[in-house]
């Protein structure tokens, strides 16, 4: 089974009410690429400041603009939510949803967004308006408004 030493990396990072499934969910995801590509996680818990400089990416700062949320209003700032890309062959990142690296007549991507899903992660590529296609989160209910509330300076929020 090939891991990716940056992704475990960034899983400690998220909320610690969700470590221990994703450290699971990963190892599944890493059971089932089996060819040239792994898995990697690029983002998962993101300082309000650093979601503030996204959100301007493609307004005020040059660029595509690869968000609608600003610091606050994203899962990845309760360390809720993480974003993926596949590494190819060890040095190529992959945002194809559609290659079957490991040609078991499966796309690589979309067998990450099954597995994703069976732990109850929602897809961001299933969203009508602004599809985000690396993009999982886990809201357990709540708002971003209402988890900004529960932060209140906390690094994540008690829920």
């Known amino acids: 089974m090939k891991t990716d ?26 059971l089932a690429l089996t060819g040239r590509a792994v898995c990697r996680f690029t983002h998962t818990l993101r300082a309000f400041e650093e979601q503030d400089a996204l959100f301007a990416q493609g307004r005020s700062r040059p660029g595509k603009k690869v968000t609608n949320a600003r610091g606050g209003a994203s899962y990845h ?22 290659s079957d690296f490991d040609q078991d ?6 067998e990450v967004v099954a597995i994703a899903k069976s732990y109850g992660w929602e897809w961001g590529g299933d969203w ?32």
């Open 5 to 30: 030493a940056i992704t475990i990396s960034r899983i400690e990072l998220m909320h610690p009410k969700v470590r221990e499934e994703v450290r699971r969910m990963y190892e599944a995801i890493c």
């Open 77 to 98: 700032n309760y360390g809720l939510a993480f974003d993926i890309c596949l590494i190819v062959d060890g040095k190529t990142a992959s945002w194809d949803i559609k």
């Open 105 to 110: 007549k499966k796309s690589d991507w979309m």
């Open 128 to 159: 009508a308006r602004f599809p985000d296609a690396p993009h999982f989160q886990k809201t357990f209910g709540f708002s971003t408004k209402q988890l900004r509330e529960l932060k209140k300076g906390q690094t994540y929020p008690e829920i």
